[in-house]
């Protein structure tokens, strides 16, 4: 064919290149514009805008730095400023002490409780944090059973809850599990001669822990920790429900909330709150760069585990039943408080009623009407669009689609509180069609500022099902005659849909709790997802039980939802294995 | 370097309920290059690493020169392992990975960076010292891995499949330098391989196994000619068994199959109901003569230097290899033919 194509064979050739190549990239290309647009204008432009007003004179409008200079000239904001730096560092090192212990145990040793550790340990994650906060109060608080306690037995109280210890303790319970499944995840991935390698050339005990197992570990434990501290420092309801105001993420919502959204200092805010989050996704990439330490060869099977001896394990459960009390310690305490009477200056509530139940379910049937809405939409959207993203950036050779990945994942950079403040800023002038109302108070916004903030969770979940997809599956039905679509359709879907729908439910669960982004856009009560009726509950003392029946509605889906997109991965991963 | 040999005496290994090492008694020789062949599941490995100190604790003993190490911690043995994933740290250079058994021996810096140099020299490749595990090459992995390993001068060196993770060019390349290496230090080495072609081309002696005992002990050549068993006469090269006895006819001894055809014994190994037939001691004829007996052409295979017939014959399914002669002409399927045996020195068990 190299020497003289005839007429035939070329006609054909190039028929063959224009049936292929045109339609098949001219459909994707549309898609992919149009997602680059919803993003530009959702994420790109939002943000921007925020960190232009905070370079702003608010009079004039012109470039200035007086915004910054006026910010740390004020000592409520350098004051905020350094306990937001204090809370997430030392949040991130009592969510270590808590998950080092965990993490441990769990690998290295056969050991009956990990079963416990690993179901009982993800169980501060399927509740927001500012909803266990309250319970907290009432357990570890000044007044709390813990210390009620200890002054009749005991005769000294421990500040747990003081002001900023009670972010911290509320924080590092809740986020421990970021650190632990990062942390559990490395030591699993590294493989058993790596160690044995170690130990016949002359190492153990703790040297060898210090010189191979944990540096192999150090890239889990620094993505954990990286993505503690950030989540510590961008969250608001936590401190706001605390009472807790001298932070960063609480005075941009009162600097917005109370003054307007002309006030630069919200802005500044954002700004220091967007580079925190890129620098420490930054730092965390840098140290895992060239850093695939996952060395679990064929056959092998992870670290040697070994058994306990009898003294050891009664202190490994020992350890183990501790963390878990103190991690539960919120739920439990929910609990109580949902079907307590009466909870005040006692260890546990006067009496237990329904009665909480009933006023939640009168008062929050639109609260729980909107989640169901506004998570819906935005899920659905997430994985459609996750699902796009992800088959334009491995399948195609569009030019610029990484940038979708990029953008897309850029969100996880973004604070909620920055992208509520950016919608409020970008849209609040936009008039809906054929309405009145301004398009940053409109419910729609609230699921599309919700989709943003999940879409990088969804798009991860997609890729990774599609990854599992073989190319050559693909090309089995292409070569049997079926066009790009039909195979996406037919072939592509179908087999990533187990990915597809775990994304999807992890989108809904997370996004039905999300407070920080909503708090910022409910222009009315009548509007309010699920998440900020719990944050109106909470306000009011007699309020607290029906908050914490709402609080335990909002536990109760999050744990549907992350049990049933566990069944899903796991159904999914049989049935593949099954295909093999 | 010290040579020790190593003694293992009625050694037992369970996994949980499951025995996999089932009295296990054998004498390695110092210096000697020894390998492990058997099948997966055979416990050649478990045993490998029940010498290295990994696994379960066996039952019985295991003697490395004087001491028995049953019990002790591997890094209380002086024993060193080349694993099958080479087992490099990704986190540590070449020179860190392979400096790290001296740092652990607290070997004074200076001495320990001139030792990781002619190890490095050794294995010739100095200069990739400075490089990170993951930009380098399988081959040179392997080699950092055995440098690795020898820098400590262990008393016994164990390779744990070390060439499997290579390609086939690679591997011949490899085998005959770890060959050379062991020559060169006169390490005590044990070699588990699954290939018998590996265990064959490096071994001074070696050791089947399978099902957790071992079948056979000797030099490549001893067991290929005179296999003790018919698991290893199979499990060594291809073997053509034919079920039956032996007549003795006053000086004439014969062997008469179960399907009466009769093949002349000139001299025999062992005694038993079987005999062992090489496929390459077979030849094929058209025309039938004293001490043959007729078969059918099954199905051929041109491998090259040789063809290989699958001939029915004597109630069985025979395989002969015959050289290949260019312009001969081959016997087609379902041809009628003539298999003459070369019966000397064969093997009854």
Known sequence: ?580 | MAKAGIKIENVHLSFGKTKVLKGVDLEIRPGEFFAFLGPSGSGKSTLLRAIAGFGPTPKGRILIGERDVVGLNPWSRNVGMVFQSYALWPHMSVRDNVAFGLRERRVPTADAKRRVSEVLDLVGLAHLAERMPNQLSGGQQQRIALARTIIVEPEVLLLDEPLSNLDAGLRVQMRRELLRLQRQLGLTTIFVTHDQEEANTTSDRMAVLDGGVIQQVGSPQELYDRPANLFVANFLGTANILKGKVEIDGDEMRFVTETGDTLGLPSVIGSGTNVVLRPQNITIQQTESKDTFQGEILHREFLGSQIRYLVRAAGAEIVVDQSHVPEHSWFENGATVHLRANTTGAVLL
């Open chain 1, 1 to 580: 064919m190299t020497t003289t194509p005839s007429h035939e064979t070329g006609s054909a050739l190039a028929g063959r290149l224009q049936n292929t190549f045109i339609p098949r990239l001219s459909n994707l290309h549309v898609v992919a514009v149009l997602i680059a647009l919803l993003l530009f204008g959702l994420l790109v432009v939002p943000v921007t805008q925020v960190i232009f007003v905070a370079f702003q004179d608010p009079a004039t409008g012109a470039a200035t730095l007086q915004n910054f200079a006026d910010f740390f000239a004020t000592s409520l904001f350098r004051e905020s400023f350094w306990n937001s730096f204090y809370v997430s560092a030392m949040s991130v090192v009592v969510a270590t002490v808590i998950a080092l212990p965990l993490a441990y145990i769990t690998t290295r040793f056969n050991f009956s409780g990990s079963i416990l550790i690993q179901s009982l340990g993800f169980i501060p994650l399927i509740m927001p944090p500012f909803v266990g906060a309250v319970a907290m109060q009432l357990i570890f608080g000044r007044n709390g059973t813990i210390n009620l306690l200890l002054r009749d037995h005991v005769g000294i109280s421990i500040p747990f809850m003081d002001g900023l210890n009670g972010v911290i303790l509320v924080q590092s319970i809740h986020y421990f599990p970021f650190i632990l499944i990062n942390l559990s995840a490395s030591l699993r991935n590294i493989d058993r001669s790596m160690e044995e390698a170690a130990q016949s050339l002359g190492s153990y005990g703790l040297r060898l822990f210090q010189r191979i197992v944990f540096p192999l570990a150090m890239p889990g434990y620094i993505a954990g920790a990286a993505l503690v501290f950030i989540k510590v420092f961008d969250d608001l309801g936590t401190p706001l429900l605390l009472n807790v105001n001298n932070m960063l993420a609480p005075q941009a919502f009162l600097r917005i909330s109370s003054i307007g959204i002309s006030d630069p200092m919200g802005y500044v805010i954002s700004c220091i709150l967007v580079v925190f989050s890129i620098l420490s996704l930054w730092a965390s990439f840098l140290v895992m760069r060239g850093k695939d330490y996952a060395t679990v060869q064929k056959g092998g099977g992870g670290m040697a585990k070994r058994d306990l001896k009898p003294a050891e394990k009664t202190l490994a459960y020992g350890v183990v039943i501790f963390i878990l009390l103190v991690v539960l310690s919120p739920h439990i305490g929910l609990l109580l408080l949902s079907f307590g009477t009466i909870w005040s200056f006692a260890p546990l509530p006067d009496g237990y009623t329904v009665e909480n139940y009933l006023t939640m379910w009168e008062g929050s049937k639109t609260f729980i009407f909107n989640t169901v809405l506004y998570a819906g939409i935005a899920a659905t959207l997430d994985v459609i669009i996750g699902t796009a993203i992800a088959y334009i950036v491995i399948r195609t050779g569009i030019v610029g689609r990484k940038w979708l990945d990029y953008l897309a994942t850029a969100a996880l950079a973004v604070p909620g509180v920055v992208l509520g403040i950016g919608y409020l800023r970008t849209f609040h002038g936009v008039d809906v069609p054929f309405t009145d109302e301004s398009l940053a108070s409109w419910w729609v916004i609230i699921a599309l500022a919700l989709m943003i903030r999940r879409l990088p969770y969804a798009l991860r979940a997609c890729t990774a099902a599609l990854q599992q997809v073989s190319l050559a599956l693909e090309e089995a039905a292409e070569s049997l005659g079926a066009t790009k679509r039909r195979t996406i359709q037919k072939i592509v879907v179908p087999l990533m849909t187990g990915g597809i729908l775990a994304g999807f439910v992890t989108s809904f669960a997370t996004a039905a709790v999300e407070l920080s982004a909503t708090i910022m856009l409910v222009s009315s009560n009548n509007d309010a997802p699920l998440a900020y009726g719990i944050y109106l509950f909470m306000q009011t003392p007699s309020g607290r039980g029906a908050g914490a029946a709402l609080g335990i509605v909002a536990v109760i889906v999050v744990a549907i939802g992350t049990v049933a997109s566990q069944i899903i991965i796991e159904r999914d991963k049989k049935l593949k294995e099954s295909g093999d």
